[in-house]
């Protein structure tokens, strides 16, 4: 069975310009969340879908958005970009939203650098 | 104000020692407690998880302590081995289920 897998792996940008991520889960899940690693803040949870819909949104500006499609994958996109964006997104999948044992696959990342 | 806490950055020991990493949470609400280990350029693969109503949890060569008064949990491999050095994470599930993660601690297992 095939892991998450996202697109790009690597992407350079500069300062104002939009930028879109992309991730496909683990066949079969339909719940996809994204978080942003920073060097020494750890990941930071950026929103989850589900069936198309958010659950679930962290602590980001409006820049910041997402989406999902029918076939569970989702999309996220940045606009505006500020030097401060760069980092790597990580997108997980699981099986059904939330949930406290629900576990989590993380897709490998897109390291975005802002210039 | 970080939920989870990793204050040690990094932790070197030899190989078929104990490694013992550690992790701090100021949330009494919090359930649910998971450990990540991350290799560069992988994205975080799950380890290991504990219920807050239990207060070890173990898997082979690892083993998780939850001690909910302290606030405090523990990640236990024993013997280390040079290929479980990596980047751990520890989260915790908060009341509408976001994982809220630490900063993460290097580990590196010495030959």
């Known amino acids: 069975k095939a892991g998450v897998t996202q697109t790009p792996r690597y992407l350079i940008k500069t300062r104002g310009q939009q930028v879109t991520l992309s991730c496909s889960p683990i066949s079969g899940h339909r719940s996809v969340s994204w978080y942003q690693q920073t060097p020494g803040q750890g990941l930071q949870f950026l929103f989850e879908y589900f069936s198309e819909t958010q659950r679930n949104k962290g602590n980001f500006p409006g820049r910041f958005s997402g989406r999902q499609f029918s076939n569970s994958r989702s999309e996220m996109n940045v606009s505006t970009l500020e030097l401060g964006d760069s980092a790597l997104y990580l997108c997980?999948?699981?099986?059904?939203?939330?949930?406290?044992?629900?576990?989590?696959?993380f897709g490998p990342g897109t390291r975005l650098l802002v210039l | 104000d970080q939920q989870v806490k990793q204050n040690s950055p990094s932790l070197s020991v030899q190989e078929g020692r104990i490694s013992i990493l550690n992790c701090d949470y100021t949330?009494?609400?919090?359930?649910?407690f998971l450990w990540y280990k991350k290799y560069p350029a992988e994205g975080p693969t799950f380890l290991i998880s504990i219920s807050s109503i239990k207060d070890k949890n173990e898997d082979g060569r690892f083993t998780v302590f939850l001690n909910k008064s302290a606030k405090h949990l523990s990640l236990h491999i024993v013997p280390s081995q040079p290929g479980d050095s990596a980047v751990y994470f520890c989260a915790a599930k908060d009341s509408s289920y976001k994982l809220i993660f630490g900063s993460g601690t290097r580990l590196l297992v010495r030959p």
């Open positions: 997980a999948s699981s099986m059904r939203p939330g949930g406290t044992s629900e576990t989590q696959y």
């Open positions: 949330n009494s609400m919090f359930d649910y």
